[in-house]
């Protein structure tokens, strides 16, 4: 059985400032992104490579956030399933985009989580649970380039 779900945002332009789109450098990019529960306002732009601002979150920035949150949760729950307790999880994530002539595209993410575990005897099966979050990750499973993962598993308190 399918079981389906629908997930629905609102992005708001923001970014008029007194003439529309009349020219390329006439808007900002500015927008804001919300959904129904969170109560808080997402504020984006574009990179600014395409004269979006720094201050705000762009969409690629968003889309690497959500295969790393995807990717941790996830793992979060293999291993509370599979005894390893993790006491401390962070992620430094990057994804790299192509921009061509004809647009631009990413090539690949990478997942580089680093986890602390709370006995030597849960690192080994801390790593090779990367591989299974990873299958079951729902994100990076509906993207078309590689997300790839090069975890480091700790033992001993949170670092």
Not at 5 to 23: K, R
Not at 34 to 51: C, H, K, M, N, Y
Not at 60 to 70: R, T
Not at 91 to 99: I, N, S, Y
């Amino acid at each position: 059985m399918t079981r389906l779900h629908t997930y629905a945002t609102v992005v708001t332009w923001t970014g008029d400032q007194g003439s529309g789109t009349s020219g390329y450098r006439d808007y900002a990019r500015a927008h804001e992104l919300s959904a129904d529960g969170p109560a808080e306002v997402i504020l984006g732009s574009s990179d600014p490579a395409f004269r979006g601002d720094p201050a705000r979150w762009n969409p690629e920035q968003l889309l690497v956030g959500a295969l790393s949150q995807c990717h941790m949760l996830s793992y979060l729950h293999r291993c509370a399933v599979s005894g390893v307790v993790v006491t401390a999880y962070v992620d430094h994530a990057a994804g790299t985009m192509a921009e061509t002539a004809e647009g631009g595209h990413f090539t690949e993410v990478v997942l580089r989580p680093e986890v602390t575990v709370a006995a030597p005897e849960m690192a080994e099966r801390a790593a090779a649970l990367h591989e299974e979050a990873h299958k079951a990750c729902f994100i990076a499973s509906s993207v078309n380039f590689p997300v790839r993962h090069e975890p480091t598993v700790h033992v001993g308190p949170a670092r």
